[in-house]
DNA sequence: CTTGTGTCTGTGCCAACTACAGAGCGTAAC
DNA sequence: GTTACGCTCTGTAGTTGGCACAGACACAAG
């Protein structure tokens, strides 16, 4: 095999290994429409161009901010056309806020953690405070 | 002479109630083994003993405080028998070791979203910052 | 007796992949 | 030529932690 220039075809394999990617994430985003059939050999094998490689980074990129697949569509356009800057912006906000929320709630079960291990002694008795906390009848 | 105090057993809807839990929460519950099979009326209908009631809410608790279903069958000594303070201890630093992770990563996405969208207008145009800084030749 | 509500069981569905089985293809060595 | 190995193909099942639904049965009120 030729060394990678910037527009050969590339196999499926060589595709995840250049973004990063599972092998199997690759065929999961055709399967639900992410990414478009892409070319063939004759024997059936997936041909990846280089727009299929600036989409699919662009997908993983999306999702390595924490937006969904759902999300990634909208960015995509793929549900109503391509989308505006104020869409986008829209979209980018919202999931702001769920990423924020998400940050206070794991923050309030760090802090309840604490509060309960405090008294958590580390002996190697069955006697626990952490265990007695949770079965406490309140 | 009764030993244990003479509450009434309760049905499912009523245990969910009680511990605001959904109805289907219980006996998923039971299906994966974090709860006994409960005692059932001549018909089959389940009814929870106060032990069920106790058990269950310690289940809840652990959950709410983000422990996996595979921690709380340690917690309760599912898998080992009853957990030492020590061995719950680790438990519960490891837990929180992975919360602090998940906070620490939550955290990056937000401030890289924030670079990204600074220079997003919300205009109504299809040009946008985010769009194409995802779309970037890196 | 009928009506309405509750419970029973099994099954399917959700996100977002990941893994695997069994078949076929490609290529290098022998 | 063929044999071996590795890659790819397909479909399907598993993951986590439940929620929802269908169709059958139970039970209490009127």
Redesign the interface.
């Known amino acids: 095999m030729a060394i990678t220039s910037p527009r050969a075809a590339l196999k499926r394999a060589e595709l995840a290994g250049r973004l990063g990617c599972n092998l199997e994430t690759i065929r999961y985003y055709e399967k639900i429409g992410l990414l478009p059939e892409p070319a063939r050999t004759a024997s059936g094998h997936r041909l990846y161009s280089n727009g299929d490689q600036?989409r699919l980074?662009?997908i993983l990129?999306?999702r390595?901010?924490?937006f969904s697949v759902e999300d990634v569509r909208s960015?995509l356009g793929i549900n109503d056309g391509?989308?505006?800057?104020?869409d986008?912006?829209a979209l980018?906000?919202a999931?702001?806020g769920d990423?924020?929320k998400?940050?206070a709630d794991?923050?309030q079960?760090?802090r309840?953690?604490?509060e309960?291990?405090a008294g958590?002694?580390?002996?190697?008795?069955?006697?626990?405070?952490?265990?007695d906390n949770?079965?406490e009848?309140r």
């Not at 391509?82 to 104020?86: E, L, T, V």
């Not at 002996?123 to 405070?129: F, S, V, Y």
């Open positions: 600036v980074r662009f990129r999306a390595s901010l924490g960015l391509r989308p505006s800057c104020a986008v912006k980018a906000e999931h702001r990423i924020r998400r940050i794991l923050r079960m760090d309840r953690l604490g309960i291990m958590c002694t580390g002996a190697e008795t069955p006697d626990c405070a952490l265990t949770l079965f009848d």
